[in-house]
């Protein structure tokens, strides 16, 4: 199964700012969880939820006006589950050049009608980049893994 990212572009409007005057992050979350759902029902082929969103990182704020793009790529799948990295770049509208804005991992998994797990297709790790991209969402699995049991006695 050939795994291409999934690309929205768009352009930021006035509904999305927050009180700075920029995009607020609560549009940008929901662009991502957007593009990660859209990502995981099209290698899953089935309805997905998200489990897990992780490490949100903004780097730089989105102004209003410019041209957003947020890709979608898997970079690790388990039984049922499918990891997804999340870029979000911004222009302006006179620049050419997209510049990284934010990044996250998403995590969902494949569910029937009754909310039971499904199996999704392995994804295969092809070039070095991939392998690259696996064994990080392997690295952060282990890192959750360790948060969780951390959270534990608070929640």
Partial sequence: ?????????????????????????????????QAGYACATTWSGNYSVTVYVGGIRFYEPIKIGEIVKVEAQVIYTGSSSMHIAINVFSRNLKQPKFDKKTHCIIVFVAVDENG???????????????????????????LRTQIEDEMKPFL
């Fill in 1 to 33: 199964m050939e795994n291409k990212p999934i690309t929205f572009q768009f352009i930021s409007e006035p509904s999305d700012v927050n009180y700075g005057g920029n995009v607020h992050g609560g549009s940008v979350m929901k662009w991502i969880d």
């Fill in 116 to 142: 039971k797990k499904l199996p999704v297709p392995k994804w295969i790790p092809e070039t070095e980049d991939d392998k690259q991209k696996e064994q990080y969402a392997i690295r952060l699995m282990q």
